[in-house]
């Protein structure tokens, strides 16, 4: 039975996509479920696979053409089998019925084996028989035959002298990335970005990481206690006490949510994806450790639905894990606020008149000055690093 594949549906978002990778080719058989190809979006890749068991009879569409919603891309046949490799040729088979006097039995394996045209064979054997030998010797001929005939034949682009004389390389940029350009300079052309910074000692959450995180693990099911859930509980109460950091920006309007769908980005072999944490409020360090886990995996594998990385009223990004010790983040619009974490890193600070040796982490909240004053922007972080430097005041709300 005939299929025809289509495009996914995509959002209203979303106005079209374009063919990323073909992984199965014309003539080949798939499994129900097996992945078939992947359409490149603005804001993710999103999969197509197999409806049944059955062969991709064709793709109508090519990797980089682009494609709109329910689009039929591909044809395929339900229940088929894959075609049937091409039988040996005919001299092989005239070779292998005349016998040991043209070909012994162990050249005849190799024949076999590798689809030799044994015409081609020229044999060293007594009265002109083809040894196992002469079957070698073809073999690696040919063998270091096909990179020059690839090189040939292929039209694929290679790096290139410049007018300097230097190589360099011309890859065209992926549609995600190209989306991702556009928001960024969007987001500094329409916007009053503003940082603010501040730091925070972490050794109290660390000290309570350390205490609980094996009693903490077994008692959710293998969930590991992390810092990125003490930050998200942060902010979330940090947000109800500052509404206009968790507003946005609708024309000549300013529409306040009350909920907290914080963002968090994430960092993929595709580009950088923002995935949404929904009702931060309600949810527990645990419940926001596995969600925060199961992101990063599937962001990694280019599972994450459109729905999952639309909307959030405030966002967090955290560039310690590469190392970084301070940086000025880029809101994402219509947000109004995003915050910045930073490598963990021991510094001498003066203690009750004393010096000693803390983890210091740098803050950073870049707002938009259209709507948040300067105050307000300070406040917001102070707080979250009063509650980072208490964690008890999270579960206490105070």
């Not at 682009?66 to 894959?82: D, K, M, R």
């Not at 091409?86 to 162990?106: K, M």
């Not at 947000?239 to 993929?268: C, E, T």
């Not at 926001?288 to 280019?302: H, N, S, Y």
Request: hydrophobic share 45%; net charge negative; with cysteine.
């Amino acid at each position: 039975m005939a299929i025809e594949i289509k495009a996914p549906q995509f959002p209203e978002s979303v106005a079209d996509g374009s063919i990323a990778t073909w992984h199965k080719q014309p003539g080949e058989a798939v499994k129900r479920d097996e992945l078939l190809v992947d359409i490149e979006t603005d804001k993710v890749v999103l999969e197509v696979v197999a409806p049944e068991d059955g062969v991709l009879v064709s793709c109508l569409k090519g990797e980089g053409d682009t494609v709109l919603s329910l689009e039929v891309i591909a044809t395929f046949e339900a229940g088929a089998a894959a075609a049937p490799a091409p039988a040996a040729a005919p001299a092989v088979e005239a070779a292998a019925d005349s016998g040991d006097a043209a070909i012994s039995p162990a050249a005849r394996r190799l024949v076999d084996d590798n689809q030799i045209d044994v015409s081609k064979v020229a044999g060293s054997g007594k009265g002109g028989r083809i040894t196992k030998e002469d079957i070698v010797a073809f073999i690696d001929k040919r063998e270091t035959a096909k990179p020059v005939q690839a090189e040939v034949s292929s039209p694929a682009v290679v790096a290139v002298p410049s007018a300097n004389g230097k190589i360099e390389k011309r890859v065209p940029m992926t549609r995600m990335r190209k989306s991702i350009a556009k928001r960024l300079l969007d987001a500094q052309s329409t916007a009053a970005l503003l940082t603010t910074f501040n730091e925070v000692n972490m050794k109290p959450v660390m000290d309570l990481r350390t205490q609980y995180k094996d009693l903490f693990e077994k008692t959710h099911n293998g969930t590991r206690l992390g810092f990125m859930s003490f930050f998200v509980k942060a902010a979330s109460e940090a947000l109800k006490r500052f509404p206009d950091v968790n507003a946005s920006i609708d024309g000549d309007d300013v529409v306040y949510h009350a909920y907290q769908d914080i963002g968090i980005a994430v960092s993929s072999n595709r580009g950088l994806v923002v995935p949404v944490l929904r009702n931060c409020e309600s949810m527990s360090l645990a419940e926001t450790e596995a969600q925060i886990r199961d992101f990063g995996g599937r962001a990694q594998k280019g599972s994450l639905g459109l729905e999952e990385l639309q909307g959030g009223t405030f966002t967090i990004t955290n560039g310690g894990v590469f190392g970084s010790l301070m940086s000025t983040p880029i809101l994402t619009p219509p947000q109004t606020a995003i915050l910045g974490m930073h490598k963990i890193q021991d510094r001498p600070m003066a203690v009750n008149g004393k010096v000693e040796i803390l983890p210091m982490m740098y803050l950073a909240l870049t707002y938009d000055h259209r709507l948040i004053d300067g105050k307000e922007a300070v406040q917001f972080l102070v707080t979250i690093k009063d509650l980072l430097e208490d964690p008890a005041r999270i579960l206490l709300e105070i």
